[in-house]
């Protein structure tokens, strides 16, 4: 099945700056761990793509339009199909002062939101602070290597992907069942709290009918279960743990008492 405009895929890449080689992004673990980029907090997995939908670099897309499926390549990207060209403009003095009570905090290298821009620090002096709102790798020619993976065929790929894709949460907590041209979704429970919930299945549903035509409609299931009865020996443990903090927190007290007592008792015999 050849890749056409539309098509949702999944790859696996690694980009870096071509210059200096710096690692800026991967769906890689491994290849997080090299750099500096390592987040435990972060699943590292395929992305999904849409060719020409504009979810990656104008550079990035271009070149997987080309390419097929099973393909390990390399690829530069040039700045202006990549975050642009360095523009002198966007880069201000701005006084310290203006930054309130984190002015002396700020450093060379922070990101920073003034003015209703988001910019990073370039360096600071003489009460001044020099913000640049380029983007960080404006200007630069990316790296990527890029290994494209799978292209999604039936309705069920597509339908998890581009559900996972907004909400992040493992495929096999995430229900999905058909009925004709009706689709429900089950979402796990630990996705109800997310803020803008209810923007997020909007965006889901947009997704899912233009790229899944034969869907009519869509139901967000949200179940809650009832919360099992603590065993006895969860509730002993849970109590033993409270009697400790407890006896740790008198312990604590009478340790301050103590020292209290002592100073006050120095300070009777200095007198």
Known sequence: MAITK???ILI???AKVKDSDEIFETTIEENAKKSNLYDPSIKYEP???SIGEGWVLKGLDEFLSTAKIGNNLNVDIPPDKAFGLRDPNK???IPQRKFGDKADEIKAGDVVDIDDRRGFVRFIGSGRVQVDFNHRL???TLSYNVNI???LKTDEEKTSSLVKRRILADSDKISISFNKSELTIRLPEESFLIDG???IKKAISGDLFKFIPSIESIKFL???NKSKPTSKAETDEAKAQKDEAKAQKDEAKAQTDEAKAQTDEAKAQKK
């Open 197 to 199: 919930l209810q923007v």
């Open 91 to 93: 880069v201000r003095m």
């Open 6 to 8: 539309g098509s949702l």
């Open 149 to 151: 993976l799978k292209i």
């Open 138 to 140: 404006a200007g630069k």
């Open 12 to 14: 696996d890449y690694t």
């Open 222 to 224: 949200e179940i809650y």
């Open 47 to 49: 992305r999904l793509v």
